[in-house]
């Protein structure tokens, strides 16, 4: 197999290569969101939480257990991503990634009453999940070059149209599998799904473009431009950058002390965020230091990844909302009136299938429309939109909380207008971010730059768990009682004003924003 296959003729030809990574895609998909949007109804049900006596906590429990698993799911793209870049490249690691997953995927079929190897089975989909996250778009980018960078966009919103085409089925499916025939075929059958995907992506081998990994050490990479911006003195001037560094690294090995109270996965998110913040940010304010040591074009990409790093941090707000739909959301909706036949966990089909036919409209009827009355709906202005869209979404589930905590019975069809709200913002942020991260990372560093988009989803999580974390204390439930709702109903409204906060800053920024193109030559 040729490493790096001759680049195509400036024909601007769609590649043939992709329909087998659409096609895995789609089929992965369907197994991920299979199995995740029946995880918190299926945990608060089985024998894995009934040690916990108390319906409420259970359900917090449940709740915890599944933004773990999330946060798992998004922070092993840094390993994907590195191995993938440094090592063995994007084919081999989505292959090998991909055999890990089946077999997480098989433990939660056979250990369903089994809290060791039910939890390992999640580990491994983590494990696996995360670890083919950031390649397989960064892939999809890779068979594109100068003469068809064109047609990327129109594949990027297509590779998000298949990943929901896969979730619309799920979603509708998996929960009345395990209502109808229990968690081993409901989880089985995801597996089943997995191992055709890792399949379909095997017979694309020979049609693919290889970029090869950076196998021998580069003296201008990202890493060694920051250390340098970090360490190098300069005579008659102070070193901020270095303290902030420093900082960041001593927050890190304090949180730990949250270990006890908050649990390893919190205290390790913790870390991690000040770890990047201090790293990031110290290098940011001497990164000319680096100038002269290494090459402008090194200098100027770091700086180039470090304004897209603020842009990832700005959606992590976005994450913490959207991603509880298949927890806060879903328990919300069991509460709600609706058919015996239906079960709450179905309402997230919604998603989906709005997502199919919101890509579309976007692009054929609402973007040209926006350009026809002179505003042009780039990627940032786009994504600042998207954000405020997820507030929205949670000031009406908030109304719908508030409605039946003063004993109002709400159908669950009412939840239709936050899922449409939410989705649009989804649509906005999610499959515009995609091509954002990939156009906006340079060549060298694409996996991990996808990986650290991918990173977002994990600081999203975190916040959700946090909150969580919150509301077990006496002294902040008391204090929510005084304003008159309930805790439940608080927190929708706290995460939507979160959400738009987030939409200013991430606005005003955003302004300031210079767009790079770094699209391989053809």
Request: charged share 10%; with cysteine.
């Amino acid at each position: 197999m040729s490493s790096t296959p001759a680049a195509p003729a400036r024909t601007g030809r769609f590649p043939r290569q992709i329909p087998y990574i659409i096609g895995n895609e789609g089929c992965e998909r369907f197994s991920f969101y299979g199995m995740r949007n029946i995880l918190v109804q299926f945990l608060i049900t089985s024998t894995l939480l009934q040690h916990i006596l108390d319906a409420g906590e259970r359900e917090l429990a449940a709740k915890d257990l599944m933004h773990s698993f999330m946060i798992g799911v998004y922070f092993f793209p840094l390993l994907g991503g590195y191995l993938a870049d440094r090592f063995f490249g994007k084919y081999n690691t989505i292959l090998w990634f991909s055999l890990v997953y089946c077999a997480g995927h098989a433990c939660l079929a056979l250990f369903e009453d089994n809290r060791t190897g039910f939890f390992t089975g999640l580990g491994l989909i983590a494990l696996g999940a995360g670890g083919i996250k950031p390649l397989v778009a960064s892939f999809v980018g890779d068979q594109f070059d100068q003469s068809n960078k064109h047609l990327a966009k129109v594949v990027f919103d297509g590779f998000y149209w298949i990943i929901n085409f896969g979730s619309l089925f799920a979603s509708l499916l998996m929960p009345l599998f395990l209502k109808n025939f229990g968690p081993s075929v409901a989880f089985g059958i995801p597996g089943l799904l997995m191992f055709i995907a890792t399949f379909v992506f095997w017979l694309g081998r020979k049609h693919y473009v290889m970029v090869p990994p950076a196998t021998t050490a580069d003296p201008n990479s990202f890493s060694n431009v920051i250390r340098t911006a970090l360490m190098r003195e300069v005579p008659g001037k102070g070193r901020p950058g270095l303290w902030v560094a420093i900082a960041g690294l001593v927050l890190a090995a304090a949180s730990t002390a949250l270990i006890p109270s908050l649990g390893f996965v919190i205290a390790f998110c913790v870390a991690l965020v000040a770890l990047l913040a201090g790293i990031g940010g110290g290098a940011w304010i001497q990164l000319d230091r680096a100038r002269g040591v290494h090459p402008p074009e090194a200098v100027d990409g770091v700086r180039n990844v470090l304004r897209v790093l603020v842009i990832f941090a700005l959606t992590t707000p976005f994450y913490s909302l959207f991603d509880q739909k298949a927890s806060t959301w879903v328990i919300q909706g069991t509460a709600m009136t609706k058919p015996d036949w239906f079960v709450a966990s179905q309402m997230q089909a919604l998603n989906p299938a709005l997502v199919m036919i919101l890509i579309p409209f976007n692009n054929l009827v609402l973007y040209p429309a926006l350009k026809r009355f002179g505003w042009e709906p780039t990627a940032l202005r786009r994504m600042t939109a998207g954000i405020a869209f997820s507030g929205l979404a949670w000031i009406v589930v908030g109304g719908i909380q508030v409605a039946m905590d003063t004993g109002n019975a709400m159908s669950i069809v009412w939840q239709v207008l936050p899922y449409a709200l939410l989705t649009f913002g989804e649509v906005l942020v999610s499959a515009t971010g995609l091509e954002f991260a990939y156009s906006q990372a340079p060549q060298a560093m694409k996996g991990v730059v996808m990986s650290f988009w991918n990173l977002t989803t994990t600081i999203g999580n975190l916040w959700v768990l946090l909150a969580n974390a919150a509301v077990r204390n006496d002294a902040v439930t008391g204090s929510i009682a005084t304003t008159g709702l309930s805790t439940a109903a608080f927190q929708m409204f706290f995460f939507a004003a979160f959400a738009l906060v987030a939409a200013l800053v991430f606005g005003l920024y955003a302004r300031r924003y210079r767009m790079a193109d770094n699209y391989r030559e053809a």
